[in-house]
């Protein structure tokens, strides 16, 4: 079944604040993991992905921790934007021969 | 944009009736992938076409049937659906598997209503 899903399933942040989304997975053999928002009427759009043997990783106003002992994912970004709000999937893999596993998402609010 | 395009955007179908979804990649990808979102459901994945081979088919019932005919395109054939395939269809494409992982792009959709 189904081994990604997200603690919650709303998030309200004010804008200028950081915020954090998280995921948890249960399947430790994932060795990959990755991020997407989905904005109103839009595909998933890639944000950050990370591996397995890594356990930060930053970009752009976002950065991706993972703890490979709790299972666990989350997606900080910094100093939120209107135009962060969104829909923010995380997603597992276990390499090449298996597929993408999706969680359910969290819907990221911005307060004015 | 993401240079992943899908026609039609939207689409009212009756369940004796045939479509097609089609999905087109201006990236040069190899790799092609059809997606069913559900209403506060995760993505599910529905085929998947690596070099215009079929390598995935996720238990997805025959009234769905794909077609990759180059790796620039992908279609979804649909006929005689249920109430429950309506949906948000999403086409995405990639380039095959690296060991540093793989980024999918996503095109923005076809909302499938079933009548």
């Known amino acids: 079944g189904e081994s990604v899903g997200l603690h919650l399933p709303t998030l309200s942040v004010q804008e200028g604040d950081n915020s954090i989304i998280n995921c948890a997975y249960s399947n430790s053999a994932s060795d990959y993991f990755i991020w997407y928002k989905q904005e109103s009427g839009k595909g998933p759009q890639f944000i950050i992905d990370?591996?397995?043997?890594?356990d930060k990783r930053q970009g752009q106003r976002v950065t991706v921790l993972l703890n490979k002992t709790v299972k666990h994912l989350s997606l900080q970004i910094a100093a939120t934007q209107p135009g962060d709000s969104a829909v923010y999937f995380c997603a597992e893999n276990r390499g090449r021969d298996d597929k993408i596993i999706f969680g359910k998402g969290t819907r990221l609010h911005i307060l004015p | 944009e993401t240079g992943v395009t899908q026609t039609p955007r939207h689409l009212v179908m009756g369940m004796t009736n045939k479509k097609s979804l089609k999905c087109e990649q201006h990236l040069g990808h190899n790799a092609m992938y059809w997606y069913k979102q559900s209403a506060k459901k995760p993505l599910e994945l529905m085929f998947v076409y690596s070099l215009e081979e079929r390598v995935e088919n996720n238990s997805v019932p025959s009234r769905f049937s794909p077609e990759c005919p180059n790796s620039s395109h992908l279609f979804l054939h649909l006929h005689t659906l249920q109430p429950e395939d309506s949906a948000l269809y999403l086409c995405?494409?990639?380039?095959?598997?690296?060991?540093?992982?793989?980024?999918?792009?996503f095109g923005p959709g076809t909302r499938l209503t079933v009548t």
């Open positions: 995405a494409s990639s380039q095959e598997w690296t060991s540093e992982g793989y980024e999918q792009y």
């Open positions: 990370i591996r397995s043997n890594m």
